[in-house]
């Protein structure tokens, strides 16, 4: 199973050009774990398969239980849409091997990764000298800044950190925040919000009526919630994060691509201020999963926090502060270099083709949003602020939406699935796939009359 073997490679080759070359890519469907589970049976055992059985049982069978998340017709949760360079650039990445974990075994890849962080850190206003590494996904990003929030407590205040730390976030924040404060034993101060969005003011009043407000270290904020797109007040927030000396994290996983667009640039005022920030290149910036970037204004810190000492690791670590190790910026050690197909795409396409695709994003939720308007049974909950359309159907319950949104699955039309807002079961466009047609979103709109 070492060797190279010319014919299982031009079989899967052959199934990957016939995926690239799909356009547009099919939704496809749910899986019934009865049907999947017998289509698996007696596989694994010990002489092996043909790996042509193997390819079509997956194709067949498995592959269409999976809704592709890179079809226009994926305006659920939030859809992907990766660059053809990027996914062919990822297949590379993994023919070779590569893994970005340190300086002394990937230098190579290290410095790749390191110019589209670089990207990522100029165009939100971070200074020379920011840094950090790409990791799996935006909960693992929230969760390794928190760390050093919580770490570095204490030397930002010039005394000991409090014993039972606190971190402020809005009742908006994404669920993955909630998730690493109780991972790390960071209480939560929920802070409401006004109009859905985090404001200073209303952080500032938070602050003023704790009991424990010297126990408070840190604020996150949301640039784009995932569930309406809105934007804290950043810079507000970022007001009384100096005031208070409060680490200022930036929950930017899915809005925070908008930084790359120039109709909404003044959202994102006071981002710059922020002591740390991810955003994931695999939902709105068109990369493979799984690739979210964190990036820290002092990577010293984090590193401080976040280098795992063991005496087999010691050789990694010189003093040398060009040798950057990429595991030494959030809970991680071994890691793909998963930083480079988006690093290819972002040199191969050039970065005003970024800006492009995301305006493109922002063009169509603007053309869905007045379509909901024009339509006589659809009434848009509110203006879209990034890509995310929040709209209703007049007299409609949550079962009417669940049955419509399984319908317009299995029909092939869409999926689209219901949401929250405000005690009210709504319907939900989540948009940034650049072949999202104006006509397949008045077919969905038709579905609902
Ligand atoms: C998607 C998302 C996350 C979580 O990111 P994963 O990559 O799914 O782990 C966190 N915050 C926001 C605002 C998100 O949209």
């Known amino acids: ?6 014919a299982m490679t031009d079989l899967v080759m052959r199934h990957c050009r016939e995926r690239l070359a799909l356009n547009p890519v099919v939704l496809d469907f749910g899986g019934q774990a009865q ?79 390191n110019q589209a962080l670089e990207v990522l850190a100029q165009t939100a206003g971070f200074p020379r000298g920011s840094g950090g590494c790409f990791v799996a996904g935006g909960s693992a ?39 690493a404060l109780h991972v790390i034993g960071v209480e939560a101060l929920v802070v409401p919000t006004e109009d ?24 996150v904020a949301t640039a784009g919630t995932t569930n309406a797109g809105i934007v804290d007040d950043l810079s507000g927030v970022a007001d009384v994060a100096q005031e208070r000396a409060l680490w200022f994290h930036i929950d930017g996983a899915y809005g925070g691509a908008a930084l790359f667009a120039p109709s909404v640039r003044y959202k994102f005022i006071g981002f710059e201020r922020a002591d740390s920030f991810i955003v994931d290149p695999h939902k709105w910036l068109f990369a493979p999963f799984d690739c979210a970037a964190l990036i820290y204004r002092q990577p010293n810190l984090a590193k401080a926090v976040h280098t795992q000492d ?12 060009e040798e950057w190790n990429p595991s030494d910026y959030a809970y991680h050690l071994t890691r793909r270099a998963r930083g480079l197909p988006l690093w290819f ?20 939720a603007r053309r869905g949003a007045a379509l909901i308007s024009e339509t006589p049974h659809t009434e848009l909950v509110r203006i879209p602020e990034l890509s995310v359309v929040l ?20 029909d092939q039309i869409g999926f689209v699935t219901p949401t929250t807002w405000e005690g009210e079961t709504v319907a939900r466009f989540a948009f940034l796939h650049p072949g999202t047609t104006e006509e397949m979103i008045k077919e969905i709109l038709a579905t609902m009359a």
């Open 196 to 219: 859905h969005r985090l404001t200073g003011r209303a952080l500032r009043n938070a602050l003023d009526h704790h009991p424990r407000v010297d126990d408070v270290i840190g604020v």
């Open 35 to 113: 049907a999947l589970g017998d289509a698996l049976r007696g596989l694994m055992r010990p002489e092996g398969n043909e790996a042509a059985d193997v390819m079509e049982l997956f194709v067949d069978k498995l592959a269409t239980a999976v809704v592709s998340c890179d079809s226009p017709r994926f305006l659920s949760f939030i859809p992907a849409a990766p660059t053809k360079a990027a996914l062919l650039f990822d297949m590379f990445v993994s023919c070779s091997s590569l893994h970005g974990t340190s300086w002394l075994e990937a230098a190579g890849v290290v410095v790749a990764e």
């Open 141 to 179: 990003g929230n969760l390794s800044a928190l760390v050093v929030a919580r770490d570095t407590a204490g030397h930002r205040r010039g005394k000991e950190g409090p014993a039972r730390p606190l971190i402020a976030v809005s009742d908006d924040a994404h669920s993955s925040v909630g998730k």
């Open 345 to 364: 795409s972002m040199a191969v396409n050039g970065l005003d083709a970024y800006r492009d695709a995301v305006e493109a994003g922002l063009a169509i």
């Open 1 to 6: 199973m070492f060797e190279f073997d010319e």
């Open 310 to 321: 063991a005496s087999y690791l010691a050789v990694l670590h010189s003093e040398n502060p």
């Open 391 to 410: 709209f209703r159907r007049p007299g409609w319950e949550k079962p009417d939406y669940d049955a419509w949104s399984a319908s317009l699955l299995s």
